[in-house]
């Protein structure tokens, strides 16, 4: 089956402008995630859409980093404006269901440079 | 909030060395997932346990979840240069079932 599909694998952008990202998850997979990986560190959950819906955003910066998943199916993550802290690998992943039995499937990422 | 914390952060081992990494988390955990992250690469996962005291192995990985489902190890025997990566494991919980990870493991291999 194909993979997690996610673009761009690379952006670099300057402080304050803005970005977005793009996954397509496994066909038939209702559970998305958007993570953030810093350098060295493990990835931290942003989002989780449940179809369409938005199941958590806690750890969201709600002030600069907004998501959606529209047809539950394909989602944008983006950020604007950017700030020197976001540079980190954005992965996004997928699972059949929340319980997560089969665990996830991570896309490739995008890894993201601020200057 | 619920935290899991994995050690060591690094390891260096000799090619055919053993290897274990640890898993703790501050809460009692539904399951625990374990996942392979390859240098560039992005997490790939491993297995997941879910019983109290289960013991899993995968050739030469051995995965543990223990008795009060807080901790859990992954033992690999005779490391290999394939075996190269950050291993990490996450823990099912929260309010909303979510994957916390760990920092991971970082494990290079010497020929």
């Known amino acids: 089956e194909a993979g997690v599909a996610q673009s761009p694998r690379y952006k670099i952008i300057e402080k304050r402008q803005s970005v977005a990202f793009w996954c397509n998850p496994i066909s038939g997979h209702a559970t998305l995630y958007w993570y953030q990986q810093i350098l060295g560190q493990g990835p931290k959950l942003l989002i989780q859409f449940q179809n369409n819906g938005v199941v958590d955003d806690s750890q969201l910066p709600k002030d600069r980093f907004s998501a959606e998943r529209l047809k539950g199916v394909d989602s944008t993550l983006k950020i604007q404006p950017a700030k020197l802290e976001d540079s980190a690998v954005y992965l996004c992943?997928?699972?059949?269901?929340?319980?997560?039995?089969?665990?996830?499937?991570f896309g490739s990422g995008t890894r993201l440079t601020v200057v | 909030g619920q935290q899991v914390m994995q050690i060591p952060q690094y390891q260096h081992v000799q090619e055919g060395e053993d290897f274990t990494t640890y898993c703790n988390s501050s809460?009692?955990?539904?399951?625990i997932q374990w996942y392979k992250q390859r240098p560039g690469g992005h997490p790939v996962f491993l297995i997941q346990?879910?019983?109290?005291?289960e013991v899993k192995k995968q050739k030469r990985l051995t995965f543990q979840f223990g008795e009060a489902k807080k901790n859990s190890s992954l033992h690999i025997t005779a490391t290999q240069t394939t075996d190269v990566g950050t291993y990490f494991c996450a823990g099912l919980g929260g309010s909303q079932g979510n994957l916390i990870f760990g920092k991971g493991t970082k494990l290079s291999v010497k020929p």
């Open positions: 809460t009692t955990l539904s399951n």
């Open positions: 992943a997928s699972s059949l269901d929340r319980g997560t039995a089969y665990g996830y499937t």
């Open positions: 346990l879910v019983k109290s005291g």
